[in-house]
């Protein structure tokens, strides 16, 4: 996700990653309130996280 030569900023990474969350929660609605209450303040740290778990992962 976070490539030297990206033609992608931060903030477009942070916001297309925000889409996918939504997405996410609208579709498994089983997840409940405190899953979403917890984590929509938090969005750009999952999206973190989510990178550094790509960047871990063996290909």
């Given at each position: 996700?976070?490539?030297?030569?990206s033609a992608f900023?931060?903030?477009?990474?942070?916001?297309?990653?925000?889409?996918?969350?939504?997405?996410?929660?609208?579709?498994?609605?089983?997840?409940?309130?405190?899953?979403?209450?917890?984590?929509?303040?938090?969005?750009?740290?999952l999206c973190d996280?989510?990178?550094?778990?790509?960047?871990?992962?063996?290909?």
């Open positions: 996700m976070q490539d030297n030569g900023d931060d903030e477009e990474i942070f916001e297309d990653f925000a889409k996918i969350y939504r997405k996410f929660i609208r579709r498994n609605k089983d997840l409940g309130e405190f899953f979403i209450r917890e984590t929509q303040d938090i969005v750009n740290q996280d989510f990178e550094k778990s790509l960047n871990n992962t063996p290909f």
